[in-house]
Nanobody, 127 residues
C-alpha cells in the first residue's frame, strides 16, 4: 500500500521561504515520477513540478520556475520542495503525487495520471 506524508507547511510572511517534504512508503521515488501540486480554495488544481524517476530531471510550472526547487533523496524515499520568495498567491494546500515513470503526462497536462497522492500540507503566505 502506498503512503505519502507531506510536512513543512505553515504560515510565512511574504518574501519568506519554506521547505516541504513528502515522505513515501510502499514504492520507491526512483521508480515513479513524483509531482507537486497545489490547490487554493475556489481554484483549480495547479501543477508545480515533476521529478522524473530515472534521472531525477525536474520540470516546473512557469510561475514558480525561478523560486521553487524540487529534489529527492532516494535513500530516504523522500521528495522535497524548497519554496523561496513566497507571495500571498502561493497560499494553497500543497501535495505530492505519483504517476508513471516519467513526467510526460505532467508535461502535457494529464494530471489525472498522478492518481496516488497524499493529504497535503497547508501553506499560508500572509503578513
Amino acid at each position: 500500500q502506498w503512503h505519502f506524508v507531506e510536512s513543512g507547511g505553515g504560515l510565512v510572511q511574504p518574501g519568506g521561504s519554506l521547505k516541504l517534504s513528502c515522505t513515501t512508503s510502499g514504492f520507491t521515488v526512483d521508480s515513479y515520477a513524483i509531482a507537486w501540486f497545489r490547490q487554493a480554495p475556489g481554484k483549480e488544481r495547479e501543477a508545480i513540478s515533476c521529478i522524473s524517476s530515472n534521472d531525477g530531471n525536474t520540470l516546473y510550472e512557469n510561475s514558480v520556475r525561478l523560486r521553487f526547487t524540487a529534489s529527492r533523496d532516494v535513500a530516504k524515499n523522500t521528495v522535497y520542495l524548497q519554496m523561496n520568495s513566497l507571495t500571498p498567491e502561493d497560499t494553497a494546500v500543497y501535495y505530492c503525487a505519483a504517476g508513471g515513470p516519467y513526467c510526460s503526462d505532467w508535461l502535457i497536462g494529464r494530471y489525472n495520471a498522478f492518481d496516488r497522492r497524499g493529504q497535503g500540507t497547508q501553506v499560508t503566505v500572509s503578513s
